[in-house]
Nanobody, 115 residues
């Protein structure tokens, strides 16, 4: 397994920015893909963004142009830069890593967008 530790969540006003971090216990090069899910009350779990070991990215339509996934290979860390945040972005955000036969999950970090 790979261990994932998220950080950077918190309270932010609409239109504000936040940067989430996901520290991994293994080299990102050894992980086929990583991503961010979010879960909000009353909503389906949503895959927000993914990034492969080669650097290819993909995003949910709802966050394109506002959220950006990136990585720091030297630090074995994946980031989610969140800009122009909306109240509907409020959720617990989970870092995930493709390892072994399934996704490995972090414990999540709360993001609240409210005035």
């Amino acid at each position: 397994q790979v261990r994932l530790v998220e950080s950077g969540g918190g309270l932010v006003q609409p239109g504000g920015s936040l940067r989430l971090s996901c520290a991994t216990s293994r080299s990102i090069f050894s992980i086929a893909a990583m991503g961010w899910y979010r879960q909000a009350p009353g909503k389906q779990r949503e895959l927000v963004a993914t990034i492969t070991s080669s650097g290819s990215t993909n995003y949910a339509d709802s966050v394109k142009g506002r959220l950006t996934i990136s990585r720091d290979n030297a630090e074995n860390t994946v980031y989610l830069q969140m800009n122009s945040l909306k109240p509907e972005d409020t959720a617990v955000y989970y870092c995930v890593a493709g390892w072994g036969s399934a996704w490995n999950w972090g414990q999540g970090t709360q993001v609240t967008v409210s005035s």
